[in-house]
């Protein structure tokens, strides 16, 4: 079956430092991919989203993924955490076509970032 | 141009109640869609409508839910009667044309059963 793993539930980083989350994929062909965000009190917010070509994808706010299929992986990196980053990082798959497509997600990884 | 709207934003009934969450897609967007997150596990899809037509209900829990998209525009979601395992945050998403399109996310209803 499908599936998406992030395997760090909670991740603390140093304001300023680097981040990197990761995202691996269950799946046999190659899925569209995406980041999302969610910050305390508001709605998922679409970070950045991999469908084909450049396997580096840029992103808003400053966040990048790259999609490495030899390691059916799709990890979020940022090269400098802001305070305003702290919140919740979800990776997900996009599964089927038009008649049936939906968003298989992973579990969730909690971003804390310490002044 | 308004997002994705969902109301209320946090409901608590007790169990063997009914309850009904609406949402409001990004206007124009013909895709919408429902998923859950129960106890901090991952967000799960219940079903996707394309205008008002059910086109993939595989992940509603049980018949106790039922969703409808009148004339395409807004969605409802009903559960009845509650239970305690339906306690969680339910999100609505809207895309455009192609369900391939990116999917805009509402804010959440955060539903406690008791």
């Known amino acids: 079956a499908q599936s998406v793993t992030q395997p760090d539930i909670h991740i603390t980083v140093s304001e300023g430092a680097s981040l990197e989350l990761r995202c691996n994929y269950s799946?046999?062909?190659?899925?569209?991919l995406f980041w999302y965000v969610q910050s305390p009190g508001q709605g998922l917010q679409l970070l950045l989203k991999?469908?084909?070509?450049?396997?580096l994808v840029q992103g808003i706010k400053g966040f990048e993924a790259e999609f490495k299929r030899s390691q059916s992986s799709f990890n979020l990196r940022k090269p400098s955490v802001h305070w305003s980053d702290a919140a919740e990082y979800f990776c997900?798959?996009?599964?089927?076509?038009?008649?049936?497509?939906?968003?298989?997600f992973g579990s969730g990884t909690r971003l804390l970032v310490r002044p | 141009e308004a997002g994705v709207t969902q109301f209320p934003s946090h409901s608590v009934i007790e169990k063997g109640q009914t309850v009904t969450l609406r949402c409001d897609p990004i206007?124009?967007?013909?895709?919408l869609y429902w998923y859950r997150r129960v106890m901090g596990k991952e967000i799960k899809f219940l079903l996707h409508?394309?205008?008002?037509?059910?086109?993939?209900e595989s992940g509603m829990p049980n018949n106790r839910f039922l969703a409808e998209r009148t004339g395409g525009t807004y969605s409802t979601l009903k559960v009845q009667p509650a239970e305690l395992e339906d306690s969680g945050v339910y999100f609505c998403?809207?895309?455009?044309?192609?369900?391939?399109?990116?999917?805009?996310f509402g804010p959440g209803t955060r539903l406690t059963v008791l």
């Open positions: 998403a809207s895309s455009q044309v192609l369900s391939t399109d990116t999917q805009y």
């Open positions: 799946y046999g062909a190659t899925p569209y």
């Open positions: 991999y469908f084909s070509g450049d396997t």
């Open positions: 997900a798959v996009g599964l089927g076509m038009d008649s049936s497509y939906k968003l298989i």
């Open positions: 206007s124009g967007h013909d895709n």
């Open positions: 409508f394309v205008k008002e037509s059910k086109q993939d």
